[in-house]
């Protein structure tokens, strides 16, 4: 949903109609913090992703040697 915002925000803002409006600061400053939120939301669904990776095996595991020859 948020991204679909956010493509409506770019498609106003490359419309010369609305230049009075997206010229303005506020319409700037929100457009920017959407893409803001919306980087910050990925990035935490990919921390998310990672901490539920399961952990790396121990090294309590026998290691295995060639016999010489």
Excluded: G, W
């Amino acid at each position: 949903e948020l991204e679909t915002v956010i493509r409506n925000y770019q498609q106003v803002q490359l419309d010369s109609k609305y230049q009075m409006v997206t010229s303005r600061p506020e319409f700037q400053k929100t457009f920017q913090l959407l893409q803001d939120y919306l980087k910050e939301l990925k990035q935490q669904e990919i921390q998310e992703l990672q901490q539920k990776l399961p952990a790396p095996p121990t090294a309590a595991q026998p290691i295995l040697v060639a016999p010489k020859p």
